[in-house]
């Protein structure tokens, strides 16, 4: 796997086909969902689960609010429709990748470089904040507030309710809350989208909002996993655009010669 992943996606970046060049180009997060089973097992090399970093979430959590607002919220705003609303929210974080990149093959005032350029830096900003979120996963391990002991939130809901309660017992792994993955990755396609597509800034942002505030509500996140994510994706967001895309660089240097 490790010698196809090497060659593979460099000839099919070559491709002139433009399904063969997007798989060359988006391969790496297609392969997450190998990287994220595999931390069931990464997680245990530092830390036992039971030697999560939960307690020490829990009070700061406790010293900067007062309360658990990862336990509060549900209890206070006890409602289906808005729990089944942030199950939705927190379920767009499986397709706004796509939806960026729908976003880009529609759009007509783009070149075909420059389509391509932004395949590669979206690509690039979300392959980097997933590697290093699984990467923390392994040497710092914390559970959430849903697996630690609050168990899942007490309200009723619908289909997406449905969905997520699936996801959750059949495959979610415990040591994988901070920073939230969900919110990390899901502002790189949010960002990108305000960047270059302005017309839909307001709805990816309505949804991005909604996305954040699930992460507590449905008690998947404590506040400060939310917090922790946003900082490493504009950390990520920074360092790549100062860095900028050296390969791509390269390639074209060398075909003016």
């Given at each position: 796997?490790?010698?196809?992943?090497?060659?593979?996606?460099?000839?099919?970046?070559?491709?002139?086909?433009?399904?063969?060049?997007?798989?060359?180009?988006?391969?790496?997060?297609?392969?997450?969902?190998?990287?994220?089973?595999?931390?069931?097992?990464?997680?245990?090399?530092?830390?036992?689960?039971?030697?999560?970093?939960?307690?020490?979430?829990?009070?700061?959590?406790?010293?900067?609010?007062?309360?658990?607002?990862?336990?509060?919220?549900?209890?206070?705003?006890?409602?289906?429709?808005?729990?089944?609303?942030?199950?939705?929210?927190?379920?767009?974080?499986?397709?706004?990748?796509?939806?960026?990149?729908?976003?880009?093959?529609?759009?007509?005032?783009?070149?075909?470089?420059?389509?391509?350029?932004?395949?590669?830096?979206?690509?690039?900003?979300?392959?980097?904040?997933?590697?290093?979120?699984?990467?923390?996963?392994?040497?710092?391990?914390?559970?959430?507030?849903?697996?630690?002991?609050?168990?899942?939130?007490?309200?009723?809901?619908?289909?997406?309710?449905?969905?997520?309660?699936?996801?959750h017992q059949n495959g979610?792994?415990?040591?994988?809350?901070?920073?939230?993955?969900?919110?990390?990755?899901s502002f790189i396609p949010?960002?990108?989208?305000?960047?270059?597509?302005?017309?839909?800034?307001?709805?990816?942002?309505?949804?991005?909002?909604?996305?954040?505030?699930?992460?507590?509500?449905?008690?998947?996140?404590?506040?400060?996993?939310?917090?922790?994510?946003?900082?490493?994706?504009?950390?990520?967001?920074?360092?790549?655009?100062?860095?900028?895309?050296?390969?791509?660089?390269?390639?074209?240097?060398?075909?003016?010669?």
């Amino acid at each position: 796997m490790a010698v196809a992943i090497w060659f593979l996606p460099p000839w099919l970046r070559s491709r002139r086909h433009v399904a063969a060049r997007l798989l060359g180009e988006i391969y790496l997060p297609l392969i997450f969902p190998l990287f994220y089973t595999e931390l069931q097992y990464l997680g245990l090399i530092f830390f036992s689960f039971e030697s999560s970093l939960d307690p020490g979430l829990i009070h700061m959590e406790q010293v900067i609010f007062g309360f658990q607002p990862s336990l509060r919220w549900s209890e206070v705003w006890p409602w289906p429709w808005f729990h089944e609303l942030m199950e939705f929210a927190y379920f767009s974080y499986y397709f706004l990748a796509v939806i960026f990149l729908v976003l880009v093959f529609r759009a007509r005032d783009l070149s075909r470089e420059a389509r391509w350029d932004a395949v590669r830096e979206f690509v690039r900003d979300l392959s980097a904040v997933m590697l290093i979120c699984y990467t923390l996963y392994t040497i710092f391990p914390a559970w959430g507030p849903k697996y630690f002991r609050a168990g899942f939130v007490d309200v009723g809901g619908w289909v997406f309710t449905r969905i997520m309660l699936h996801i959750h017992q059949n495959g979610a792994i415990l040591g994988a809350a901070f920073p939230s993955s969900h919110v990390a990755a899901s502002f790189i396609p949010w960002l990108h989208t305000w960047r270059r597509f302005p017309r839909h800034r307001w709805w990816m942002t309505i949804l991005f909002i909604l996305l954040c505030m699930s992460t507590v509500y449905c008690r998947y996140h404590y506040v400060v996993d939310v917090a922790a994510g946003m900082m490493l994706s504009i950390f990520v967001v920074y360092t790549m655009d100062r860095l900028g895309d050296t390969a791509r660089d390269r390639l074209r240097n060398f075909a003016r010669f």
